[in-house]
């Protein structure tokens, strides 16, 4: 896992290459689980480990493609915890692509519906209605 994390160094400058505890803090399990492989944790913790390896980059922009997938729903409530806390900080823009709708409206501010790449629905994300948007995604 430490390895792992310490892979986002390579886009830092030498005197920024640290893990900023805030990824400890988003991420507990993360600490306690330091010295194991990340192919040895469950899925939902290897979500929070590459979650976490693309906050030590310190972004702009966080792109999320569905990080709910294959993930039992108390750490799809954990995923959601730490989207949102990233959002409500205000200093990254996060690009979330994600096929539960009940997931992706309580994190939206805004959302984009596309089918065969063409916009087909888009506005705010408390706006968004279920059944307009079920009409173009398949779960």
Do not use: C, W
């Not at 063409?118 to 307009?132: K, P, R, Y």
């Amino acid at each position: 896992v430490l390895e792992n994390l310490k892979t986002g160094f390579a886009v830092l400058p030498r005197g920024g290459r640290h893990i900023p505890d805030e990824v400890f803090e988003l991420f507990p399990v993360l600490r306690q689980m330091l010295k194991r492989r990340g192919g040895d944790l469950s899925g939902g913790q290897q979500q929070q480990l590459a979650i976490g390896r693309a906050l030590v980059t310190r972004p702009r922009l966080l792109i999320l493609d569905e990080p709910t997938e294959g993930i039992q729903p108390s750490i799809i409530k954990d995923i959601q915890r730490v989207i949102a806390l990233l959002r409500d900080r205000g200093d990254m823009a996060i690009l979330l692509v994600e096929q539960y709708f009940e997931f992706a409206r309580d994190l939206a501010d805004n959302y984009l519906v596309m089918d065969r790449g063409e916009e087909v629905l888009s506005g705010l994300g408390a706006d968004m209605v279920e059944a307009e948007v079920r009409r173009y995604i398949a779960v």
